[in-house]
């Protein structure tokens, strides 16, 4: 079993920056396929950035946002910059067992609750 939790989330302006942290137990982290999603209120969850042994983002952040990750104190982070009203949602880190590309909510094995960003215009 991996617990993750997630930190970082908070009220920003549009233009403004925040880093989440998503923190993981466990020894075989290093091992894992870690993504970050989000879900705006009436909307599906979306697939955000993935890191595995590269990184992948979606379009709709690609060139603001970046994933990276310690493996030595088992967290992940996802730096977002020039952030937008859009950006608002809740932001979820999510943990793969096999350690590939993998962009959809279903090919995740554990999540965490999630962590507030709400981008004020």
């Known amino acids: 079993q991996v617990q993750l939790v997630e930190s970082g989330g908070g009220l920003v302006q549009a233009g403004g920056s925040l880093r989440l942290s998503c923190a993981a137990s466990?020894?075989?982290?290093?091992?894992?396929?870690m993504g970050w999603f989000r879900q705006a209120p009436g909307k599906e969850r979306e697939f955000v950035a993935a890191?595995?042994?590269?990184?992948y983002y979606a379009d709709s952040v690609k060139g603001r946002f970046t994933i990276s990750r310690d493996n030595a104190k088992n967290t992940v982070y996802l730096q977002m910059n020039s952030l937008k009203p859009e950006d608002t949602a809740v932001y979820y880190c999510?943990?793969?067992?096999?350690?590939?590309?993998?962009?959809?909510?279903?090919?995740?094995?554990?999540w965490g609750q999630g962590t507030q960003v709400t981008v004020a215009s």
């Open positions: 890191s595995t042994g590269s990184t």
């Open positions: 466990g020894r075989t982290f290093s091992r894992y396929a």
């Open positions: 999510a943990a793969r067992k096999l350690f590939g590309l993998a962009t959809t909510s279903e090919m995740y094995d554990y």
